[in-house]
């Protein structure tokens, strides 16, 4: 075997699932070492689950929760709460859920979930308070598009997902922002708030008896509510907006053109991920991969490049990212397809699969000695993959991968005319050196 027990596994095996007379999912990462304790809730809740007149208002909730509540009288007030003893409270949203963490030393778990039962059992939603928030919602959604790269990734993700409602931008739009009150979203709050659309993940040296207690005490502030279904939405079909094409975003000012390549992927199951995501570190995580290495030390095109799986209940998507000047966009292109075609055709050495399977499972294992991490790695797969992959699954599947399996990967889903191009830069300086013909020019996203 590639991964042993002895390699990291021994401490994964502290991971299980706690039952309660809800039957909502809670999962704990028993962590003896750490004198933290992290608690993460997480709603099924997300652009997914908009409908049309309900765009961003996920998003919204999550902030108007830390305005005030009926204990603690201020913003300021929650977040003194937990950082007078040296902790921390935030909140997340992403396309799929919306999540609530908090992270505080181990003998102050009661002060961890009375913050959170404060925050998301609050009613006290007030017209001000969301008046006052509407300016900032909409900066932050200037702010995500105010660089060439993160603009350029959150297009070719609405592309890929298009035309699910999940292409949607999280945050909304300033349009959709602006016809937020209190009262929707107080109504919007009671159909995603309750625990059947409700997850929970601990992690940290936490005594049994205490966290039964505490988690128990939790739950009973919630109403069962409906499980929430996806939003029948229909996005971006007046755009004519679709995968398999090339698109230019007019960047003004961009010292370099953004080039992301990108294609979406069916739901994959249970290997099928684990497969992807040891291509995904092979390809283009770390400086010893395939396409650093071609891309950047061989030929000297791009500073960086990356690569980033996302998977989604729906599909999942893969893509390459890398800044380049302009007269170097063909060549890197060519170049990636290049590589492609080596790999499908030629395959990859043994030496060269084992290594990226420690490497990758190295990486794992680093990102989750943050107990943080941890906590929002069990989130993630209770909530995406439903928790079919348990970590001490995670060694016998990835010793099961072949360098046929990873070839076949990519001869099935990365077909090179199924590719969709994204570049974010002056559209002038891009077609001095690559050609118009076929290519959609989009002035304003």
């Not at 999550?62 to 709460?81: G, P």
């Not at 009661?110 to 300016?135: A, S, Y």
């Not at 300033?174 to 601990?202: P, T």
Request: overall charge negative.
């Amino acid at each position: 075997m590639i991964v042993s027990v002895d390699n990291g596994l021994q401490a994964l095996k502290n991971i299980e699932m706690l039952e309660n007379k809800y039957g909502v999912p809670c999962c704990l990462w028993h962590r003896p070492e750490s004198n933290m304790c992290n608690i993460i809730v997480t709603f099924n809740d997300g652009v997914l689950y908009e409908k049309e007149d309900e765009w961003g208002f996920s998003h919204f909730l999550e902030h108007i929760h830390f305005k005030r509540t009926q204990a603690l009288k201020s913003f300021y007030a929650i977040v003194s709460y937990i950082e007078e003893v040296g902790g921390r409270v935030s909140a997340y949203t992403t396309r799929e859920t919306i999540s609530y963490l908090v992270q505080v030393p181990i003998w102050e778990v009661h002060r961890g979930f009375n913050v959170l039962k404060e925050i998301v059992t609050n009613q006290n939603f007030l017209d001000d308070d969301v008046k006052k928030e509407k300016p900032l919602i909409c900066e932050e959604i200037v702010r995500e598009k105010a660089n060439a790269r993160f603009y350029n990734k959150l297009f070719l993700e609405e592309v890929l997902l298009s035309p699910d409602a999940l292409a949607r931008l999280p945050l909304g739009s300033a349009e959709s922002i602006s016809q937020v009150d209190a009262k929707r979203l107080l109504e919007y709050k009671g159909s995603a708030y309750g625990r059947n659309n409700m997850s929970i993940c601990i992690t940290g040296n936490i005594s049994p008896n205490v966290l039964q207690y505490e988690l128990e005490q939790f739950l009973d502030s919630f109403e069962a509510g409906e499980k929430k279904a996806p939003a029948a939405v229909v996005w971006n079909k007046e755009r004519n907006i679709e995968s398999g094409r090339t698109y230019v975003l007019n960047y003004a000012g961009a010292k370099q053109t953004n080039l992301a390549i990108g294609w979406r992927l069916p739901v994959l199951d249970a290997r099928e991920r684990i497969a992807w995501q040891l291509l995904n570190s092979m390809m283009g995580v770390g400086f010893s991969s395939y396409l650093f290495q071609r891309i950047r030390e061989d030929c000297a095109l791009t500073y960086i490049t990356q690569t980033v799986l996302r998977p989604y209940t729906v599909c999942s998507t893969w893509r390459i990212d890398l800044d380049v000047f302009e007269e170097n966009i063909p060549r890197a292109i060519a170049e990636i397809e290049k590589l492609f075609t080596e790999i499908t055709e030629n395959g990859i050495s043994e030496e060269k699969l084992e290594t990226s399977k420690k490497m990758y499972w190295g990486n794992v294992l680093a990102e989750l000695e943050d107990g943080l991490v941890a906590a929002k790695w069990l989130t993630h797969n209770i909530n995406i993959f439903k928790n079919e992959l348990h970590p001490c699954s995670y060694v016998n599947q990835l010793d099961s991968i072949t360098k046929e399996d990873i070839a076949g990967l990519m001869r099935k889903y990365l077909a090179l005319d199924k590719k969709t191009i994204c570049l974010a830069g002056m559209p002038d300086k891009i077609f001095a050196h690559y050609p118009k013909e076929g290519t959609r020019v989009l002035s304003d996203y």
